[in-house]
């Protein structure tokens, strides 16, 4: 099949890929900080919540590691209710 040349890109090999949509939606990124303090723990981590067109939601945790890097992982809670603080205007917030 030909794609057009603004969704093939290359792997390390060199050999060519295509970006393939699998969902379009929305997001929601929250940090972790100490209640206390105020202040980011564990050195950044973060979740980000993904809600695709249809309303599935799917759950990521990115831990900081070396070299700028992050370890994701996919978490099987995503349905959990959730509400996040919102610094700015100081209260609490639904994530969509």
């Known amino acids: 099949m030909k794609y057009p040349n603004s969704v093939i890109t290359y792997d390390r090999k060199g050999d060519k890929e295509i970006r393939l949509l699998v969902d379009k939606g929305k997001f929601c990124r929250y940090q972790y900080t100490d209640p206390k ?46 509400k996040v603080w919102n610094k700015s205007k100081k209260k609490e917030e639904n994530l969509f």
């Open 37 to 82: 303090t105020g202040k980011l723990l564990e050195k950044g981590k973060t979740s980000i919540i993904l809600k695709n067109s249809k309303g599935i939601l799917e759950h990521f945790f990115l831990i900081p590691i070396k070299g700028g890097r992050f370890l994701t992982l996919k978490l099987k809670d995503a349905e959990k209710v959730r």
